[in-house]
């Protein structure tokens, strides 16, 4: 009836919720953070991180004791630069409205045609995929380690990477890790023996070729 009147569909009365809009715009967002770690001389280390929302890949960007603007911009072109022909499919960056982005950090991402969405003060559900790794790091990693210095957090982080990205489950993914290759699936005759990552503090698998006959 409404249609013979010529009314058409009534108009959408409010705006997406933010769930839906992260839902809908995964693969084409990307989170990022600051989260601080203090090592067993009193030195107090910042790291700067990126999170690819679709896949749940994290890319640590860097760690530094005086995250100056200059700092934090390169760490983002060194990004872009390690995304290649992939930084195309990214539309949007989450971040918080942290200090330590200063005003260079935005335009290195807007010259590559990604729009950054700054999340409101102290709402870190805002940037709740970055605030849930920075939980996951701890707990799995940083709580039971003590931190000498800027190379030796390196260090530990760079392992960590390797081992959230390549190897760690996660239930958003149907237990896969984020860089799962579907060409590459485990082999149920393989042998399997434990590797240790990050230290010996976590237990990976190595699977090794069948040489049964």
Known sequence: MLAAAGLGPAPRRASPTWRRFLIAQASGILACDFLHVDTVFLQRLYVLFIMEIETRRVHILGVTAHPTGAWTAQ??????????????????????????????????FAGAGVRVLKTPSRSP??????????????????????????????????????????????????????????AREADLTAQIRRRPAVSGLISGIAELPNICT
């Open 75 to 108: 760490q983002a072109r060194n990004l872009l630069m390690e995304l290649g022909e992939r930084a195309d499919r990214f539309r949007f960056l989450i971040r918080d409205r942290d200090a330590k982005f200063t005003g260079g950090f935005d335009p290195v």
């Open 125 to 182: 559900r805002a940037n709740a995929f970055a605030e849930r790794f920075v939980g996951t790091l701890r707990r799995e990693c940083l709580d039971h380690l003590l931190v000498h210095g800027e190379r030796h957090l390196r260090q530990i982080l760079a392992e960590y990477e390797d081992h959230y990205d390549q190897h760690r489950p996660h239930q958003a993914m149907s237990l896969r890790p984020p860089m799962h290759d579907p």
